[in-house]
């Protein structure tokens, strides 16, 4: 990261993350956010505090693809994606390595909701806070969605595990 | 409480524990808990490997190249167009309240001076400007009390 460039691009990973995460790994992905990033600073509202702002910023990324689900209508029946096939396009090149490709491969079985809170977590790295404002939601309630969340996906991996065990 | 019973209280606190997001005391409970208890010493260790990994796998996922952060930064720091929308919308805006206000005013005075309209909607008018004149004393009364009541004024935050 160049020392020049706007602050807020250092977040561009994270929010890019979340919004593949709730998309699905479509390609609208890098759209909505550099939208994202345009509408936040046409706000004239904008927080002052660098948190604060990173809250926003997800908030509209989080936003917008929802927008966007809502329009394909798949947000009311995220039940859909627990037998989605992880699709390897070219740059997951990196999935070689099995363990990592298991952890991916259990992450996309899991729900939208868990998906999100666990981007928000483990990859942006807010606080519990900072997640309940983005998602709108108690602070408890980011605490035991994110724990079902963890424990969802170890249940996952270990299902993967088995089964590579077996073949 | 059995131990059982208590595992149970403890878990879900477990994710808050790893992450260090619990209060003092339900961090001193778990941290006692799993003392003694194995299971969920085990259990924690698990969600830390899962935490682990999922980082991992999430940062090298993430996919991004520098291009388009690039081509962000220059959208971002596009000065000119940033500016000109601010000062265009100023003006349409200016714009039109000045020739909104004009032409509203030129109606109600015409309307007002017009001795052959009726009484009633000349007196109308009238009380339209004096309620409007009467608001605009009265929100600047109330501006310039709390100007000099307002014991916050000078905190910065």
């Known amino acids: 990261m160049k020392s ?46 660098a948190k604060a702002q990173r809250a926003w910023l997800l908030k509209v990324v989080r936003n917008a693809c929802i927008d966007v689900l809502r329009g394909q209508k798949k947000f009311a029946d995220s039940e859909q994606n627990t037998d989605v096939e992880v699709d390897c396009s070219p740059e997951q090149s990196w999935l070689q390595d099995s363990r990592k490709q298991r952890v991916h491969q259990a992450l996309t079985a899991l729900p939208i909701d868990m998906r999100e809170i666990l981007v928000l977590r483990e990859l942006n790295e807010l606080a519990y806070d900072d997640i309940a404002k983005v998602l709108r939601i108690e602070r408890g309630t980011v605490m035991s969605r994110l724990h079902r969340a963890r424990m969802a996906l170890r249940k996952k991996l270990q299902g993967l595990e088995n089964e590579r065990g077996e073949v | 409480m059995s131990k059982a019973i208590q595992c149970e209280a403890i878990e879900p606190l477990l994710s808050g524990f790893l992450d260090d997001e619990l209060s003092q005391s339900e961090s001193q409970r778990v941290a006692l808990h799993l003392k003694r208890c194995e299971k969920c010493s085990a259990l924690l260790a698990e969600l830390e490997t899962v935490h682990t990994d999922l980082k991992e796998t999430l940062h090298e996922q993430s996919g991004h190249t520098a291009a388009e952060i690039e081509q962000l930064d220059k959208l971002l720091n596009d000065k000119p167009s940033k500016w000109l929308g601010t ?8 714009g039109a309240l000045v020739v909104g206000g004009y032409a509203i005013w030129e109606l109600g005075l015409a309307l007002w001076q017009d001795t052959s309209q009726p009484v009633w909607l000349r007196a109308s008018i009238a009380a339209l400007y004096l309620g409007f004149a009467g608001l605009f004393v009265m929100v600047l009364r109330q501006r310039i009390k709390s100007l000099k009541t307002d014991k916050y004024r000078k905190v910065k935050l």
């Open chain 1, 4 to 49: 020049d460039q706007h602050p807020w691009l250092q977040w561009y990973p994270g929010a890019l993350a979340l919004a593949r995460q709730i998309l699905n790994g479509s390609d609208e992905a890098a759209d909505i956010v550099q939208t994202a990033y345009l509408k936040s600073f046409q706000n004239v509202r904008l927080p002052n505090e």
């Open chain 2, 87 to 94: 000062t265009a919308w100023l003006l349409v805006i200016l």
